[in-house]
């Protein structure tokens, strides 16, 4: 019995070490850690002078697009495309004589529709015709001739003219110049918070740069003139294009 007494005891004493053991295991495995969480590298933004930088460069453009077409109405859907491609024949016609490439000339659209009287009360719209719509979207590398392009395809039978839009071929030039204004602007700033701070300013540690940058607006679509004009007047204007960058630059001691 006593025997029996004594293997229970001698048991329930190496469990006890057991469990005393684990214990010591975790507790060095924790201080162990303090000092690994101690050596973490801080924060970039420490000890280090944060800004944003801005800049734009405002050019001319190098080209326009516009879209124009003809949209004609007939009793069936075959006279009202037919009607349509002779009318859009001679619109093309007119391009390519006043100088734009084939190429340059691109149909952005075509559909024929049904076209429905306007319904009486009670009853059910009838069909009154087809209309079919063909358009163009086109590119002017002569500006100049813009305004007389313009005139050219109102004469020639064209129903719909406008949405002008001035683009630039490459602006990847003079945006690389916005980039270089937007870091002077930074480090103008920059320079100015370490002078101000007592502190003095230090290497470039990052850049990161914002590519949601807002391109300029295009120009408001041209509606056609009823009539023949003797010059439409076109403004050309500038595009403006920005660059926006965070830059962190590091305090010399």
């Excluded at 001739?145 to 839009?165: F, P």
Aim: charged share 20%; aromatic share 6%.
């Amino acid at each position: 019995m006593a025997l029996f007494k004594f293997a229970v005891t001698f048991t329930t004493l190496a469990r006890s070490c057991q469990m005393l053991v684990g214990v010591a295991f975790v507790a060095a495995a924790l201080v162990g850690a303090v000092p690994a969480q101690a050596q973490q590298p801080s924060s970039h933004a420490d000890g280090r002078i944060v800004v944003i930088g801005e800049g734009s460069v405002s050019v001319p453009p190098d080209y326009a697009q516009i879209r124009s077409g003809v949209t004609t109405r007939a009793k069936t859907a075959k006279e009202a495309a037919d009607t349509n491609s002779k009318a859009m024949a001679a619109v093309t016609a007119s391009l390519l004589e006043s100088g734009i490439a084939q190429k340059d000339i691109q149909t952005s659209q075509f559909s024929i529709q049904p076209v429905y009287a306007s319904p009486e009360p009670r009853t059910e719209p009838k069909l009154s015709g087809y209309s079919a719509s063909n358009q163009v979207t086109v590119k002017v590398h002569q500006i100049s001739k813009l305004g007389e392009i313009l005139d050219r395809l109102v004469t020639a039978g064209a129903t719909d003219v406008g949405n002008i839009h001035f683009l630039l071929t490459d602006p990847s030039k003079a945006l690389d110049q916005a980039r270089e204004a937007a870091v002077a602007d930074a480090r103008r700033k920059a320079e100015l918070y370490a002078r101000a701070s007592g502190l003095t300013l230090g290497r470039v540690v990052w850049i990161t740069e914002d590519p949601g940058y807002s391109p300029p607006m295009p120009m408001k679509a041209l509606a056609a003139p009823a009539a023949r004009a003797a010059s439409v007047p076109i403004a050309i204007g500038e595009d403006t294009l920005q660059a926006r960058v965070t830059i962190g630059f590091d305090i010399s001691h």
